[in-house]
């Protein structure tokens, strides 16, 4: 199972950008999906999470500016971040509970991390 994560890049505050993770491999199933981020120096934390029924939470700082959703048909999960500021600039995880089709448990996995940089 591999989640390969895309979209980060630089933008400058008060931008937009999308992030998206796809799930591939031998998945059964996909319960939560979930977004994290780490900024220099400082310890991983949850953005936002997303359940495979759509129910979504979000940390404080990023409430009424990123949105968290995903598309079950293409095990993606997405995160949109509009009105970017520069403390959001973060190395970007996506995590996803998966149950695999050669296991019968559910185990977290994470993809490769994409980096945005925002700039004041």
């Known amino acids: 199972v591999q989640l390969q994560a895309s979209g980060g890049g630089l933008v400058q505050a008060g931008g937009s950008l999308r992030l998206a993770c796809a799930a591939s491999g031998a998945i059964l199933s996909i319960n939560d999906m979930a977004w994290y981020r780490q900024a220099p120096g400082k310890q991983r934390e949850l953005v936002a999470t997303v359940t495979r029924g759509g129910t979504t939470n979000y940390v404080d700082s990023v409430k009424g500016r990123f949105t968290i959703s995903r598309n079950n048909a293409r095990r993606t999960v997405y995160l949109q971040m509009n009105s970017l500021r520069p403390e959001d600039t973060a190395v970007y995880y996506c995590?996803?509970?998966?149950?695999?089709?050669?296991?019968?448990?559910?185990?977290?996995?994470w993809g490769q991390g994409t980096l945005v940089t925002v700039s004041s």
């Open positions: 995590a996803a509970d998966i149950v695999t089709s050669t296991g019968l448990h559910v185990s977290r996995f």
